[in-house]
């Protein structure tokens, strides 16, 4: 019943996405969509949406979803402007060096998450990640307490990945 179940999410999921992307409701496009879709559907066995992986369905976790995307957005502009503010004025600091921070997150697609988010922020990238460290390369490197480092690197981000993966 889950597979079943799983191949008409897929199936609605990737219909969806291919009408999206194509822009309009042209029968020729709802039938080549719906066989694009029918094939990934079986291919795939409905997977994304069968067992365990139904879980992030779940409205807290999407809705945490939708309102982590801005919260990213932002630490993406502040950070640019951050870091053009330091090309722009030379008087600006500039302490680059490597961090170690801890993640709370169990779940690997999470850290992977949570890494990412991290380099995509200018000022800091995500060198190594190790079981529960991450090793950061910082432009302004203004902490090297670990947990203080933590504290301006990770907590936000990770506030709203372990609600959303956890």
Request: include cysteine; proline fraction near 5%; hydrophobic fraction near 50%.
């Amino acid at each position: 019943m889950r597979t079943i179940v799983g191949f008409f999410a897929a199936f609605i999921t990737l219909l969806a996405l291919w009408l999206a992307l194509v822009g309009n409701l042209d029968p020729q496009e709802i039938a080549a969509g719906s066989i694009v879709a029918v094939a990934v559907a079986v291919i795939a066995r409905g997977a994304p949406f069968t067992g365990r992986s139904l879980r992030f369905l779940h409205p807290r976790r999407l809705v945490t979803a939708l309102v982590y995307i801005p919260y990213l957005l932002w630490s993406i502009v502040e950070s640019n402007v951050d870091v053009a503010l330091r090309v722009i004025d030379p008087s600006l600091p500039i302490r680059p060096g490597i961090v170690r921070v801890r993640t709370r997150l169990k779940n690997p697609v999470a850290r992977l998450v949570l890494a990412n988010s991290i380099t995509l922020t200018p000022g800091t990238l995500t060198v190594d990640l190790c079981e529960d460290e991450l090793c950061i390369h910082w432009v302004d490197v203004q902490a090297r307490n670990i947990d203080e480092a933590t504290k301006k690197i990770v907590t936000g981000f990770e506030r709203f990945l372990e609600v959303i993966f956890e």
